[in-house]
Nanobody, 129 residues
Framework: QVQLVESGGGLVQAGGSLRLSCADSGLTDSTIDMGWFRQATGKEREFVAAVRWSDGATYYADSVKGRFTISRDNAKNTGYLQMNSLKPEDTAVYYC??????????????????????WGQGTQVTVSS
């Protein structure tokens, strides 16, 4: 059974930093495309960042570019989202997502929830002004 478990969320003041983790279990394949999405109250889930395993390419939403960094440690079966210079508008539940196997998905496709097979339960990030 595949599980993705996010951690690292919490309450932080504007300008602060958090690092989210996404630990996966049950995935026999370490070749994983990983994405992070978020959903604020009353809004649709939106893309935040993604990394494509085949070439290490990374993609970011314009709203987080330059502030957030996605990475993955395959030895630990864990993905990360380093979030710096946080803003109140970053407040949301953050979800990690995984697509096992070597892909050459385009950056556009990796921005879509359809690219991923597995999802975590989410972790709340709240940024106070």
């Amino acid at each position: 059974q595949v599980q993705l478990v996010e951690s690292g969320g919490g309450l932080v003041q504007a300008g602060g930093s958090l690092r989210l983790s996404c630990a996966d279990s049950g995935l026999t394949d370490s070749t994983i495309d990983m994405g992070w999405f978020r959903q604020a109250t009353g809004k649709e889930r939106e893309f935040v960042a993604a990394v494509r395993w085949s070439d290490g390419a990374t993609y970011y939403a314009d709203s987080v570019k330059g502030r957030f960094t996605i990475s993955r440690d395959n030895a630990k079966n864990t993905g990360y989202l380093q979030m710096n210079s946080l803003k109140p508008e970053d407040t949301a539940v953050y979800y990690c997502a995984a697509k096992p196997g070597v892909t050459y998905y385009s950056g556009s496709y990796l921005r879509s929830t359809r690219a991923y097979n597995y999802w975590g339960q989410g972790t709340q990030v709240t940024v106070s002004s």
